[in-house]
């Protein structure tokens, strides 16, 4: 099931309102009612849902403007087509995209056959002339009043006890006194679309005066709803929009500088019926039955609550407000008027350390965060207490390096704008750039972005959606309700201490520090809850964290953290390498796994499965799960892994494991797809830490005990797994069970896992490609309003502004080839960068082809490596290249080096191991020094004696890496001067 576009890529077609075809069938007065900024209706679609793309299908087409965009049609269409008998199954559903009463006039001309629309009036109006009738109510929509962050007009919900309705009188009437004294601006659309119509009516209402009259304040922008927010955004606008698109909007993280200020109530209700022709189809009428049944609205009920906000967008007929923890003004993040360090500090010169000093302060961390080495006293012996006294120096170099500095600074911090002052210490480690380590005031130490990076488990670290993390970034503080994975929290997340926040998409990764305003490790849940968790101090992008004595940018984020990785899993953490568990007792903390194996009769306990199979279904009578069930679930889990490697790998040795196995390779490969989560509830359950043994450490060493595995110690911090006994009894008996259907398909996770741990080179045979993406900046994003999405090929980049301009008018008359500039394509494009800008601007008008190169131009880079049609995560800049270079070593031995390889997924270890054997020499491999940080995952470097450049092209291209992404450096031509 897909979305299609037209086969020529062209925006779709638009006619005029007078168009003769309309009247055709009916001289309707909605032809002649109020004129609109824009008269043009669209008649083909924008998308086409189907199955596939048979020309010989039949085609229900649905007029709407902004619900789809939220993605709800493409879900209910697939639905819907998904339960039809595969003989039946010829036809496809299209969305055709008009604001409400354009929609019904498409209708009328017979340009759709499904209009939803949101004008009770002109669809009486349609019922009364006798052209069409309301087969029913799909679903509730509801008016949002949406405006920045800082709020300066106040329209904020207060926590008095005024109805609605008086609440929203108030917010208006503030709103226009804040316009009126230049402090506000209101975007409204003009375009005749409810939205419009809705906003004429509220200000009516309120008694504001000059709204409708062209006020200073009052701004048009005819634009689609999406396309609308976007602007508001840019501008710090308020406006009137809709919660559904307010929220798709949230997700596509394009109008971080909005919030919902006013919702709720019954004259901000938006219900949407479904229209149709009085000559309509059997099968359209089936499917505007089926839009308006029980079906459609159990999709609908849901529908968003799987996004970061975990709200739904839409509402069913019979429910026509939601409820209080619904609401989105109600758990928006507040912004603190200024944040320590948002704006640039004033910095003194920096100055050394004494050594003395360095040694206080790097002790008094270690007794402030609870990081005590090993200790020794008298009575031990002198073997002992010499290694407690190297543990000691060491973690403190590690906190505190011998290169550290300090310097005196002061800001402004709170809402009052108070000064304070402290101290910063600079420093670095390994040779990498100094930067601000760790920061001081009132005597107590906060550790920087830095500083945690490189110590993983110095602080508790708190979780929460990457959208929220964006707010944090921009100084927010973060809300009880915006905390994830938990309860339970960390159990030092008390109240006062220094914590940090990682994305859930990128978990193992701190991107800011504060300090818990709440005890949040005693919190037994977050939905419903108020205030805030965690005020915000510092955060990768603020000026801290810029700071540099090089003058260099600051340093983004890595990608992940191995050993944060191992806190986020349950196991223990390490500072300087010190292992810091409440629990370290090797043998201790868990039940023997043969008491929690099974149930009586030896079969797998049955987890409770939501009947539609819909992973995000909340059922608020489902029991809370008991450890045994827990440590059931993971053995289970492991159990079950193990028993599909074995079946789908009969023939490989070890049945394709490669061993050793690290924690964190069992954790994501080997249990995480393999869980019994069928519910949201039952994901937040089934987690490590909520298990007898804790962590990942000692569950592996209970499995030992068992003899079903082998483990061996690593690096004295870290358990791995040697070797699995696959004719274990368990093993022989187990019975695999049914995995969850999640939205990437749990089964295919757990067959993806399996796979990539094979002995097999699964990178021979791999196709590759690689595709150049264009991002548009902050400026260019109106003219992709039509079709917002994070990326661009060029082919949809010449889509995107054919479609803006013909929705702005902005064609020639006199020449289809020119486009005639508007403030946005003059300030955004031609912003005096290019040689022609002043050309350009001076004319007013500029080739269309010139403008799509030119918009292209504009637009950051990125690129996308597709392995056998998967997508890899986009990345800015362009592709590197491997590198292949010949160099002479111990006088006249030439040797061939090989990087760059993991980029297309190519394992440099099998590489070697082929090369070994076809050049018949000796190979080796290690980490590439300084090709990554001290926070990534190593870079490997193949090496194979001779001048082996041939053997290594073709060995690539067997594993799809063109020689046109191949860079050879041939030192050994270079010095012999050939």
Same mark, same amino acid.
């Given at each position: 099931?897909?979305?299609?576009?037209?086969?020529?890529?062209?925006?779709?077609?638009?006619?005029?309102?007078? &168009?003769?075809?309309?009247?055709?069938?009916?001289?309707?007065?909605?032809?002649?009612?109020?004129? +609109?900024?824009?008269?043009?209706?669209?008649?083909?679609?924008?998308?086409?849902?189907?199955?596939?793309?048979?020309?010989?299908?039949?085609?229900?087409?649905?007029?709407?403007?902004?619900?789809?965009?939220?993605?709800?049609?493409?879900?209910?269409?697939?639905?819907?087509?998904?339960?039809?008998?595969?003989?039946?199954?010829?036809?496809?559903?299209?969305?055709?995209?008009?604001?409400?009463?354009? $929609?019904?006039?498409?209708?009328?001309?017979?340009?759709? &056959?499904?209009?939803?629309?949101?004008?009770?009036?002109?669809?009486? @109006?349609?019922?009364?002339?006798?052209?069409?009738?309301?087969?029913? *109510?799909?679903?509730?929509?509801?008016?949002?009043?949406?405006?920045?962050?800082? &709020?300066? !007009?106040?329209?904020?919900?207060?926590?008095?006890?005024?109805?609605?309705?008086?609440?929203?009188?108030?917010?208006?009437?503030?709103?226009?006194?804040?316009?009126?004294?230049?402090?506000?601006?209101?975007?409204?659309?003009?375009?005749?679309?409810?939205?419009?119509?809705?906003?004429?009516?509220?200000?009516?209402?309120?008694?504001?005066?000059?709204?409708?009259?062209? %006020?200073?304040?009052?701004?048009?922008?005819?634009?689609?709803?999406? %396309?609308?927010? /976007?602007?508001?955004?840019?501008?710090?606008?308020? =406006?009137?929009?809709?919660?559904? +698109?307010?929220?798709?909007?949230?997700?596509?993280?394009?109008?971080?500088?909005?919030?919902?200020?006013?919702?709720?109530?019954?004259?901000?209700?938006?219900?949407?019926?479904?229209?149709?022709?009085?000559?309509?189809?059997?099968?359209?009428?089936?499917?505007?039955?089926?839009?308006?049944?029980?079906?459609?609205?159990?999709?609908?009920?849901?529908?968003?609550?799987?996004?970061?906000?975990?709200?739904?967008?839409?509402?069913?007929?019979?429910?026509?407000?939601?409820?209080?923890?619904?609401?989105?003004?109600?758990?928006?993040?507040?912004?603190?008027?200024?944040?320590?360090?948002?704006?640039?500090?004033?910095?003194?010169?920096?100055?050394?350390?004494?050594?003395?000093?360095?040694?206080? @302060?790097?002790?008094?961390?270690?007794?402030?965060?609870?990081?005590?080495?090993?200790?020794?006293?008298?009575?031990?012996?002198?073997?002992?207490?010499?290694?407690?006294?190297?543990?000691?120096?060491?973690?403190?170099?590690?906190?505190?390096?011998?290169?550290?500095?300090?310097?005196?600074?002061?800001?402004?911090?709170?809402?009052? =704008?108070?000064?304070?002052?402290?101290?910063?210490?600079?420093?670095?480690?390994?040779?990498?750039?100094?930067?601000?380590?760790?920061?001081?005031?009132?005597?107590?130490?906060?550790?920087?972005?830095?500083?945690?990076?490189?110590?993983?488990?110095?602080?508790?670290?708190?979780?929460?959606?990457?959208?929220?993390?964006?707010?944090? *970034?921009?100084?927010?503080?973060?809300?009880?309700?915006?905390?994830?994975?938990?309860?339970?929290?960390?159990?030092?997340?008390?109240?006062?201490?220094?914590?940090?926040?990682?994305?859930?998409?990128?978990? $193992?990764?701190?991107?800011?520090?504060?300090?818990?305003?709440?005890?949040? $490790?005693?919190?037994?849940?977050?939905?419903?809850?108020?205030?805030?968790?965690?005020?915000?101090?510092?955060?990768?992008?603020?000026?801290?964290?810029?700071?540099?004595?090089?003058?260099?940018?600051?340093?983004?984020?890595?990608?992940?953290?191995?050993?944060?990785?191992?806190?986020?899993?349950?196991?223990?953490?390490?500072?300087?390498?010190?292992?810091?568990?409440?629990?370290?007792?090797?043998?201790?903390?868990?039940?023997?796994?043969?008491?929690?194996?099974?149930?009586?009769?030896?079969?797998?306990?049955?987890?409770?499965?939501?009947?539609?199979?819909?992973?995000?279904?909340?059922?608020?009578?489902?029991?809370?799960?008991?450890?045994?069930?827990?440590?059931?679930?993971?053995?289970?889990?492991?159990?079950?892994?193990?028993?599909?490697?074995?079946?789908?790998?009969?023939?490989?040795?070890?049945?394709?494991?490669?061993?050793?196995?690290?924690?964190?390779?069992?954790?994501?490969?080997?249990?995480?797809?393999?869980?019994? !989560?069928?519910?949201?509830?039952?994901?937040?359950?089934?987690?490590?830490?909520?298990?007898?043994?804790?962590?990942?450490?000692?569950?592996?060493?209970?499995?030992?005990?068992?003899?079903?595995?082998?483990?061996?110690?690593?690096?004295?911090?870290?358990?791995?797994?040697?070797?699995?006994?696959?004719?274990?009894?368990?093993?022989?008996?187990?019975?695999?069970?049914?995995?969850?259907?999640?939205?990437?398909?749990?089964?295919?996770?757990?067959?993806?896992?399996?796979?990539?741990?094979?002995?097999?080179?699964?990178?021979?045979?791999?196709?590759?490609?690689?595709?150049?993406?264009?991002?548009?900046?902050?400026?260019?994003?109106?003219?992709?309003?039509?079709?917002?999405?994070?990326?661009?090929?060029?082919?949809?980049?010449?889509?995107?502004?054919?479609?803006?301009?013909?929705?702005?008018?902005?064609?020639?008359?006199?020449?289809?080839?020119?486009?005639? =500039?508007?403030?946005?394509?003059?300030?955004?494009?031609?912003?005096?960068?290019?040689?022609?800008?002043?050309?350009?601007?001076?004319?007013? $008008?500029?080739?269309?082809?010139?403008?799509?190169?030119?918009?292209?131009?504009?637009?950051?880079?990125?690129?996308?490596?597709?392995?056998?049609?998967?997508?890899?995560?986009?990345?800015?800049?362009?592709?590197?290249?491997? /590198?292949?270079?010949?160099?002479?070593?111990?006088?006249?031995?030439?040797?061939?080096?090989?990087?760059?390889?993991?980029?297309?997924?190519?394992?440099?270890? =099998?590489?070697?191991?082929?090369?070994?054997?076809?050049?018949?020499?000796?190979?080796?491999?290690?980490?590439?020094?300084?090709?990554?940080?001290?926070?990534?995952?190593?870079?490997?470097?193949?090496?194979?004696?001779?001048?082996?450049?041939?053997?290594?092209?073709?060995?690539?291209?067997?594993?799809?890496?063109?020689?046109?992404?191949?860079?050879?450096?041939?030192?050994?031509?270079?010095?012999?001067?050939?």
């Amino acid at each position: 099931m897909r979305g299609l576009k037209s086969a020529s890529g062209s925006p779709p077609q638009q006619i005029d309102i007078s &168009d003769p075809r309309f009247a055709k069938t009916h001289p309707s007065a909605l032809l002649y009612r109020d004129a +609109t900024a824009s008269n043009l209706i669209t008649i083909t679609p924008l998308e086409t849902y189907a199955g596939t793309a048979a020309p010989d299908r039949s085609t229900i087409r649905i007029g709407n403007g902004g619900a789809g965009y939220t993605g709800i049609f493409r879900t209910l269409a697939e639905a819907y087509l998904s339960q039809m008998p595969g003989s039946d199954h010829r036809l496809n559903i299209a969305w055709i995209s008009n604001h409400s009463r354009h $929609s019904l006039v498409a209708l009328l001309g017979g340009f759709v &056959d499904i209009a939803l629309t949101y004008e009770p009036d002109n669809e009486d @109006l349609a019922i009364r002339e006798g052209w069409a009738g309301r087969v029913g *109510r799909v679903f509730n929509d509801h008016f949002v009043i949406a405006g920045p962050v800082a &709020d300066h !007009a106040g329209l904020a919900p207060s926590q008095s006890n005024e109805p609605g309705e008086s609440k929203l009188k108030a917010a208006l009437q503030r709103l226009a006194h804040a316009g009126q004294a230049g402090k506000a601006i209101w975007h409204s659309r003009g375009d005749g679309s409810a939205t419009f119509t809705k906003e004429r009516e509220l200000f009516a209402a309120a008694g504001v005066d000059g709204v409708t009259n062209n %006020a200073a304040w009052l701004h048009m922008h005819p634009l689609t709803p999406y %396309a609308a927010l /976007q602007r508001a955004n840019t501008d710090g606008a308020y =406006l009137l929009t809709d919660r559904a +698109t307010f929220l798709t909007a949230q997700q596509h993280d394009v109008i971080g500088g909005l919030r919902v200020l006013v919702e709720g109530g019954q004259q901000l209700l938006n219900p949407c019926a479904a229209m149709v022709r009085s000559d309509v189809s059997a099968e359209t009428v089936r499917f505007a039955a089926w839009l308006c049944g029980d079906k459609a609205r159990n999709i609908v009920k849901v529908y968003g609550k799987n996004w970061a906000r975990r709200k739904a967008l839409f509402t069913v007929p019979e429910q026509e407000d939601f409820a209080d923890e619904e609401r989105l003004a109600s758990v928006r993040c507040n912004i603190t008027v200024s944040i320590m360090f948002k704006k640039k500090p004033t910095i003194k010169p920096l100055s050394p350390l004494r050594s003395s000093d360095r040694r206080k @302060l790097a002790d008094q961390i270690i007794a402030d965060f609870d990081l005590a080495p090993l200790s020794a006293d008298d009575s031990d012996s002198a073997e002992k207490r010499a290694e407690a006294t190297v543990a000691r120096t060491s973690l403190r170099s590690s906190l505190l390096p011998d290169n550290v500095q300090s310097a005196r600074f002061t800001t402004t911090h709170g809402p009052e =704008l108070k000064q304070i002052s402290g101290t910063i210490y600079v420093g670095s480690q390994d040779g990498t750039d100094s930067r601000i380590l760790w920061w001081q005031i009132d005597g107590r130490m906060y550790p920087s972005i830095y500083t945690l990076w490189n110590h993983p488990g110095i602080v508790p670290l708190l979780h929460t959606p990457e959208i929220v993390v964006k707010k944090l *970034r921009g100084g927010a503080d973060l809300m009880t309700p915006g905390l994830a994975r938990g309860p339970p929290f960390p159990k030092k997340a008390r109240k006062g201490a220094v914590v940090g926040v990682a994305s859930l998409e990128r978990p $193992s990764v701190p991107v800011s520090v504060g300090v818990c305003e709440i005890d949040v $490790s005693a919190l037994e849940q977050v939905q419903g809850a108020k205030g805030h968790a965690m005020e915000t101090l510092h955060w990768a992008g603020d000026e801290l964290w810029s700071y540099s004595t090089g003058a260099r940018p600051g340093q983004e984020p890595p990608e992940a953290i191995e050993g944060w990785q191992r806190a986020t899993d349950g196991d223990e953490l390490s500072v300087g390498g010190l292992i810091i568990d409440e629990e370290d007792d090797d043998e201790g903390g868990g039940v023997p796994v043969e008491s929690s194996a099974a149930t009586g009769n030896g079969a797998p306990l049955e987890f409770k499965t939501p009947a539609e199979g819909n992973a995000q279904d909340e059922d608020p009578d489902e029991p809370e799960l008991s450890q045994k069930e827990i440590d059931e679930a993971f053995r289970n889990a492991f159990l079950c892994s193990i028993h599909q490697q074995k079946t789908s790998h009969p023939h490989e040795a070890n049945h394709g494991l490669v061993y050793p196995l690290t924690q964190s390779s069992v954790v994501s490969s080997l249990i995480n797809p393999f869980l019994p !989560a069928h519910t949201q509830r039952q994901s937040q359950q089934l987690q490590i830490k909520k298990t007898s043994w804790k962590n990942i450490r000692k569950f592996l060493k209970a499995l030992d005990k068992e003899k079903l595995i082998k483990t061996k110690e690593k690096d004295g911090n870290e358990t791995t797994i040697t070797d699995v006994d696959f004719n274990d009894p368990a093993l022989a008996s187990f019975k695999p069970y049914r995995l969850p259907k999640k939205d990437t398909g749990s089964f295919a996770q757990a067959e993806q896992a399996t796979v990539t741990s094979s002995g097999g080179d699964d990178a021979v045979g791999q196709k590759i490609e690689i595709r150049t993406l264009l991002k548009p900046t902050r400026e260019l994003q109106p003219l992709f309003a039509s079709a917002p999405q994070p990326y661009y090929t060029t082919a949809e980049i010449g889509s995107a502004v054919t479609a803006y301009v013909t929705a702005e008018s902005l064609v020639s008359a006199t020449n289809k080839r020119l486009v005639t =500039l508007n403030p946005t394509l003059a300030n955004a494009v031609f912003d005096g960068s290019g040689s022609l800008d002043k050309e350009v601007l001076a004319k007013g $008008s500029v080739p269309r082809d010139a403008l799509i190169n030119r918009v292209s131009k504009a637009m950051s880079s990125s690129y996308t490596i597709v392995r056998n049609g998967v997508e890899a995560k986009a990345k800015s800049g362009k592709p590197p290249k491997v /590198q292949i270079t010949l160099e002479t070593r111990s006088g006249n031995k030439t040797v061939t080096k090989v990087s760059g390889l993991e980029t297309y997924f190519v394992n440099p270890r =099998l590489l070697a191991d082929e090369l070994r054997k076809t050049c018949a020499g000796a190979t080796s491999v290690e980490a590439l020094a300084g090709a990554a940080k001290k926070t990534e995952k190593a870079v490997e470097e193949v090496m194979v004696q001779g001048p082996q450049k041939d053997a290594v092209l073709k060995a690539l291209e067997k594993r799809g890496v063109k020689s046109a992404w191949v860079e050879v450096n041939d030192k050994v031509k270079k010095k012999g001067g050939r």
